[in-house]
């Protein structure tokens, strides 16, 4: 374990990390007595009741807390979720109640405790029977991939000690056999003294079981598949499906997804009214998008379906995900991590589900990072690199780009250096030179923190502006230069989109309608709490805000981009805008970067004019759009929001 390293941090993103750990005393009260409406866990996402009563003296900070392993030191384990024991309202009237819990299988027995004294001087006084997990090896938290090979997708997964896993597949047209394919799972795991402090390497850790891969190979381009992994011996997934990746070349269209800062909550209402609420509805909304009409959206929590249960195939062919930076906000509570992926696991066991690193997985103090936030928990990275294995030889280096039907899709961490000289500025400005635009026409660009933001948050060295202006000054030329057509960036928990815009200013339109720099999206408004720090007046460069959570989605093909921000309220959308390119603009680009090296000019394709154009709303000759900024919707004071939502304001990313 690295040397510890005092920090300290803000608590509202995860509310496990109000409660004082460390400072609770085990005191055992016989007349207090409590119970389960059953003694197995059967299947993930089962619904338990807890009962208790004798307490005496009842008060309104009592709680009640999930413990894993069931037979682990309260004082040196958080719980992996609570709730206030005055959720049942005859309880200060009684001292005696019940609440029900939706519980994960943590591939562990577990138990309740009932608290004494609330989050600060916590007393554990008594504890429930165990609840015995039926199946530790039930396989879970499945999550699909793309290995950079394009006739390749991976799923991950994760058990307690399964020993032979594998995934089994089938193209939708059948097989006599119900599944002709099989390849067997690596397997890994890590460890407490492999996180960097505390608490993820103390009272945040429990052992995360076997993290398995799996490589499904030899996939013809755009058929559906389906699939189920898991163990011989201790049984398989529910059958999913997933469309396969498209050709390569200007002749695919491609639908897709993203988002930013969605973290994960509970839909059983426990660990209080935390901000990220937000984030059920934000998964509702996507699979929304992909199974229209068996959507749970809109529906009451309670009726939720549990993390396990298949879905028929996905109407609508979406074949990728793009989720840029501050996943799970699991910030060093691993059971944090479990939630996240069950959370998630239905959208990412029928779509690749593709990440990059924001500062709530990689940020801590010592750590070979870019800033010393103590955001990560301790974590610093190595747990998002173990859960989501993205393209690359080297898992530390979190940058990667791959081809995707008429895309190249290149995703970068801002959280290391990127700066002139770094090894990840030198595989940027490689990467994006050496992209065939006739074969790939869109070069579309993902990071974390944002290169252009409309924040009051100046404090060096990883404010938002002065992150922004790092940035600029270190890779929007290559952004420039390269003809990066669109930038999908988070942190600030806003929508944000800038016009055509370089070095700060709107570039505007060539007479033939084409844009003259690349366009920037923040789309870090997919659930933490909302940002409300902007700047006033609104920068030149902004196009168009908004202040509600959703998502972006788009359709791409040789000649067009258009992009959707559906809200996750009723799935309206709340802004959008189209860039085409006429069909020959890939050879045009090409030809023109051949003939600027040949004769000593820039060799990194920055020539202009190249007959690409931008309808967005309405666009003056400055690239500006006629009315300023559009804003759709505006920051609502802390409110009570329909479903499971709470309310949910921040300005701290």
Known sequence: MRAAVKQEKDASHNLIEKIKVNKIRVKRQRSITMSLNTSTLTTSGDWVRVSWGGVSDPAGDDWVGLLVPATADPSATAPAKFKLASSDPEYLRSGSGSVEFKVLNYRQDAAFMFFRGGFEKPVAVAVSPVLVVAN?????????SLTGV???????????NSSRPQVQW??????????????????????????????????????PGLQHMAVMAGLLPGVRYFYRYGDTAWGFSPEFSFLSPPLVGPGSTVRMLALADMGQAEVDNSSLESEMLASLNTSLVLEAQLFPASSRFAQSAHATATANSSKPPPLVDYSLLLHN???????????????????????????????????????????????????????????????????????????????????????????????????????????????????????????????????????????????????????????MANKVDLLLHGHHHTYQRTCPVYQGQCMGLDPDGSPLAPIYVVIGNAGAGLSTNFLTPDPDW?????????????????????????????????????????????????????????SGGNSSGSSSGSGSHISVSEMDSSGKGV?????????????????ARASAVSSDP
């Open 136 to 144: 530790p090896n039930q396989p879970l938290q499945g999550h699909l």
């Open 150 to 160: 394009n006739s390749e997708m991976a799923i991950q997964w994760s058990t307690h």
């Open 627 to 643: 009315s300023g900024v559009e804003r759709v919707a505006t920051p609502p004071p802390p409110y009570k929001h329909h479903g």
């Open 170 to 207: 089938r193209p939708a047209n059948g097989s006599a056999h119900p599944y002709p394919h099989t390849a067997d799972a690596s397997s890994s795991s890590f460890a407490a003294s492999d996180m960097c402090d505390a608490p993820a390497s103390t009272v945040g850790w429990v052992d």
């Open 542 to 598: 902004l196009q168009a805000m908004n202040l509600w959570w959703g998502i972006l989605r788009l359709e791409i093909n040789g000649t067009s981009l258009h992009a959707e921000l559906v809200s996750d309220k009723d799935g309206s959308v709340q802004d959008s805008f189209t860039i085409t390119k006429p069909s020959q603009w890939g050879q045009r680009y090409m030809t023109s970067k051949l003939n600027s090296t040949g």
């Open 325 to 479: 930076g501050d996943l799970s906000y699991a910030q060093g509570y691993s059971t944090q991590w479990d939630n996240f992926h069950a959370q998630i696991q239905p959208v990412a066991t029928a779509v690749p589900y593709m990440v990059n690193p924001g500062n709530h997985e990689r940020g801590w103090a010592g750590s070979g990072g870019l800033f010393d936030a103590p955001d990560s928990g301790g974590e610093c990275g190595v747990v998002y690199q173990r859960r989501f294995v993205m393209p690359g030889t080297d898992v530390k280096k979190q940058w990667y780009s791959f081809n995707h039907g008429p895309m190249h899709i290149l995703q970068y961490s801002t959280e290391v250096d990127f700066m002139p000289g770094s090894d990840q500025h030198k595989f940027i400005s490689q990467d994006l030179q050496n992209v065939d635009r006739t074969v790939t026409p869109w070069v579309i660009v993902g990071g974390h923190r944002p290169v252009y933001i409309s924040a009051q948050s100046d404090d060096a060295p990883d404010g938002n502006s002065a992150v922004s202006k790092m940035q600029r000054e270190g890779l929007e030329g290559l952004f």
